[in-house]
Nanobody, 128 residues
C-alpha cells in the first residue's frame, strides 16, 4: 500500500526554522515526483514545492512565496523527502501536506494537486 506520512510540524517564532520529513512506504521517492502543499486557515490548499524523480534529475521547484526560504530534498535511502523551512513568517501558518502520484515522474503533474496519495498533514504555527 502506497502511503505518505508527514511529521515535524510545530510552533516557532517569526524568523525561526523547521524541517518537515515526508516518509514514504510502498514506493521509492526516487521514482516519482513528490510535492509539498499547504492549506492556511480558511484558504484553499496550494502547491509550494516539488522535487522530480531521478528521471528528471530530481529538479526542485518552488512557489514564489517560499523561494529562497524553503529547500526540498530527499534522503539517500530514497524513502523520505524533506522540506527545510527557514525565516518563517506569519503567513506560513498552515497545515502542510506531502503528496504524490505514480503517474508523475516530473513536477508538472504534481503541481496540479490532482494526486492519488496524500499524507495526513502536519501543522506549522508561527507566532511571537
Amino acid at each position: 500500500q502506497v502511503q505518505l506520512v508527514e511529521s515535524g510540524g510545530g510552533s516557532v517564532q517569526p524568523g525561526g526554522s523547521l524541517i518537515l520529513p515526508c516518509a514514504a512506504s510502498g514506493f521509492t521517492v526516487d521514482d516519482y515526483a513528490i510535492g509539498w502543499f499547504r492549506q492556511a486557515p480558511g484558504k484553499e490548499r496550494d502547491w509550494i514545492s516539488c522535487i522530480g524523480s531521478k528521471s528528471v534529475h530530481h529538479s526542485p521547484y518552488y512557489r514564489d512565496s517560499v523561494e529562497g526560504r524553503f529547500i526540498i530534498s530527499r534522503d539517500l535511502a530514497e524513502i523520505k523527502v524533506f522540506l527545510k523551512m527557514e525565516n518563517l513568517k506569519l503567513e506560513d501558518v498552515a497545515t502542510y501536506y506531502c503528496s504524490s502520484d505514480v503517474y508523475y515522474t516530473d513536477c508538472a503533474g504534481v503541481m496540479t494537486g490532482i494526486l492519488d496519495v496524500w499524507g495526513q498533514g502536519t501543522l506549522v504555527t508561527v507566532s511571537s
